[in-house]
């Protein structure tokens, strides 16, 4: 008999993700500014608080140091804890006890103590909200040893990821792609179920270019795949899922079968992910490579307000245009 489902939103998979491992066990905390009786800034802790009540889903203090290092002490005893930090760009006061604490206790206590714990973000540009909300900063995070780095970009995807997430015995930062909180559904079962950490998924398999991306980015380059198609280019698109660790075996395999890459990102180019997967690529598959890997990003600049934004965002026809110059090289 297969397992019942219902169709959800990406944010309604990130509550179900919760409610499940909270249902679960006692031990699991939601905490954050305004993630109790508010539900959280969208929405995504809505009905916990009446739930759980106010010891397991509490709201903090608008303090994202005071929120992650109390998280990391939780952690450090045993609960697993899940601090949200209500926009990426806002986690920069909370970034020293991610790095110097979050990271390193289980190096720093040669293994007497681990730090279970998950720290979900909303990130991303394209929903009109000033620059603090709206930047992609994954790779200062991927940089930092230590950290498991998650982009979800299925309502599916995200529940079962931060399911897997939550059980993790090491800190992860739970990115969420909040263009696509709303955008779309998903049949995600009602059922406990994980999607393994590290794994990348073929959201379309193709024999001309392979093109990684995560995140928001997976639609529009599917759209783009598409519409090269009807153009004799056959795209494979690779959602690389977890950005630490990489799955390099998913990665190195599809470039060596088609021979030329595009990575798609909305975090500036210099310095991006896209840089590393470049040179996985060609350290590891350099006798494969036919042509110069593309790479479609941000730009180098502060995120823009309104009347850029939808310029500075990878869209599909720049997308098109960039898998296109690696097919066609």
């Given amino acids: 008999m297969a397992a019942e489902s219902e169709s959800l939103t990406l944010v309604q998979a990130v509550r179900d993700g919760l409610h499940t491992e909270m249902e679960r066990d006692d031990d ?59 926009f990426l760009g806002f986690i920069y006061p909370g970034f020293d006890q991610i790095v110097s604490h979050a990271a390193r ?14 720290i979900r ?6 929903i009109r909200a000033p620059e603090h909300h709206s930047e992609s900063t994954e790779a200062m995070f991927v940089h930092q040893p230590g950290l498991k780095v998650v982009v979800p970009s299925t309502p599916y995807d995200t529940k ?14 739970f990115l969420e792609p909040k263009l696509i909180y709303r955008a779309f559904r998903d049949d995600v079962p009602n059922e406990s179920y994980e999607v393994p950490l590290g794994e990348a998924a073929v959201r379309r398999e193709g024999s001309d270019v392979s093109v990684y991306t995560w995140g928001a980015m997976t639609r529009p380059t599917l759209e783009a795949a598409e519409n090269l198609a009807e153009e004799g280019v056959d795209a494979e698109v690779v959602d690389l899922r977890t950005l630490s660790p990489l799955d390099e075996e998913t990665i190195v395999e599809s470039f060596e ?10 975090a500036p180019k210099t310095g991006g992910l896209g840089a590393e997967i470049t040179a996985t690529l060609q350290e590891e598959s350099l006798l494969y490579q036919e042509a110069p890997i593309e790479r479609v990003t941000g730009f180098d600049t502060p995120f823009p307000l309104y009347a850029l934004e939808d310029y500075y965002l990878p869209e599909a026809a720049r997308i098109e245009d960039g898998i296109r110059r690696a097919a066609g090289f």
């Fill in 28 to 86: 699991v905390i939601v905490m954050g500014e305004d993630v109790g009786k508010n539900g959280g800034v969208f929405r995504a802790t809505e009905g916990l608080y009446d739930e759980f009540g106010d010891d397991r889903v509490v709201d903090t203090p608008l303090a994202e140091s005071g929120i992650i290092g109390t998280a990391i002490g939780m952690a450090a005893y045993g609960m697993r804890p899940v601090p949200e930090i209500q």
């Fill in 105 to 118: 206790l289980r190096t720093r206590s040669r293994g007497r103590f681990t730090c279970p714990m998950v």
């Fill in 121 to 126: 973000a909303p990130y991303g540009g394209g």
């Fill in 160 to 173: 079962g990821l931060l399911i897997s997430a939550i059980r993790s015995p090491d800190p992860v930062m």
């Fill in 257 to 266: 079968k088609t021979g030329r890459a595009a990575v798609v990102h909305e």
